[in-house]
């Protein structure tokens, strides 16, 4: 007897699980890096972090049998745009992540998934409806309960996180414009291979410790001499590298599969992973405050889920009952 066939899973679910595991996974490299932040300069951990992303690409790319002619592209103009866009956003989130609690400055990025629901709006022409609008808005608030205005929170480094979360929604704007073309693992590599070429810069300049000594912690991330890791910190290094290269492909492949306004809210999922981790790693725990804030955010991502999954049911009734294929 043959055994009945699995129903096909659809684009849409596969983006959503996507976003949201590599949303947690993409948790691991904020905390490395905010582990990290305090006795090595910024270039550093990005030269390190970029080079073990590009040895996960290519063993990737052997083991699944596939040619390196996959990194050929006709568009380098819209690479080195995002590149640019995306480097951007990476250092001004790790200097404010420098300065802040983890919890504090990953709620602040996470004013991204509200903008890139609004750019795709204006920018991809998306339609996002008002149930889909309510959910990010839900979310924000959940954020901004996170991130209590007015007690001290808001300093010049969250100036540079909100800076992150507007660059890092208009690199997936990017990402949606080249889908058709370019693939996650494309993208992931024109990304790494921009870190690598400023990080080796950016050490070539300040690399020696000529401009360290501020007591600023973001400028001190900065300007901080080259020091050779120790033997104790290599798995953070190693986990930042892995975190970003496989977090990010699934994210990039989440935003290529499906509406930019669809898959922003499903990033929240990072922002009670940053409250575990500043509970296991840092000794942080959450109070009644912050918990009410993860249940927005949580509480968003799921009614969103169950919309989507609603919809897609009635869609597919609707092809049934008119004889579409």
């Known amino acids: 007897m043959t055994a009945p066939a699995l129903p096909p899973v ?37 030269l390190f972090r970029a080079s073990i992303g590009l040895i996960f690409l290519a063993a990737l790319i052997r083991l699944s049998g596939q040619s390196f002619a996959l990194f050929r592209t006709r568009r380098p ?23 802040l609690p983890l919890a504090d400055a990953v709620a602040v990025a996470y004013i991204s998934p509200l903008i890139v629901t609004l750019l795709s709006v204006v920018l991809l022409a998306e339609k996002v409806g008002p149930r889909r609008w309510a959910a990010v808005a839900v979310g924000m608030v959940g954020v901004l309960i996170m991130l209590r205005p007015g007690v001290g929170v808001i300093q010049p480094a969250a100036v540079l996180v909100l800076i992150s979360a507007f660059c890092y929604a208009s690199s997936h704007m990017m990402t949606r414009r080249m889908r058709d073309t370019e693939s996650a693992i ?10 690598v070429l400023v990080s080796v810069t950016m050490g070539l300049v300040v690399g020696d410790g000529r401009f360290a000594g501020s007591d600023n912690a973001s400028l001190a991330f900065l300007l901080r001499p080259w020091i050779w890791p120790s033997v104790a910190d290599l798995p953070a290094f190693a986990a930042t590298g892995l975190a970003v290269a496989v977090g990010g492909l699934m994210v990039s492949q989440a935003y290529r599969l499906c509406e930019a306004g669809l898959i922003a809210p499903f990033e929240y999922a990072g922002m009670p992973m940053a409250i575990f981790w500043g509970v296991m790693i840092f000794g942080t725990w959450p109070d009644r405050t912050a918990w009410a804030g993860i249940a927005l955010i949580c509480g968003a991502g799921l009614y969103t889920l169950w919309r989507e999954t609603i919809r897609r049911q009635q869609e597919t009734r609707f092809d049934t009952r008119s004889g579409r294929v």
Request: with cysteine; proline share 3%.
């Open 77 to 99: 103009r819209d690479h080195l745009i995002r590149v640019t866009i995306v480097m951007v956003s990476n250092v001004t989130y790790f200097l404010g992540l420098a300065a």
């Open 10 to 46: 659809s684009p849409t679910l596969t983006g959503i699980l996507l976003a949201l595991g590599g949303s947690v996974i993409l948790s691991i490299n904020d905390v490395a890096i905010k582990f990290l932040s305090g006795a090595y300069p910024l270039h550093e951990v990005i």
């Open 186 to 195: 494309t993208l992931s590599f024109y990304v790494q291979c921009g870190f």
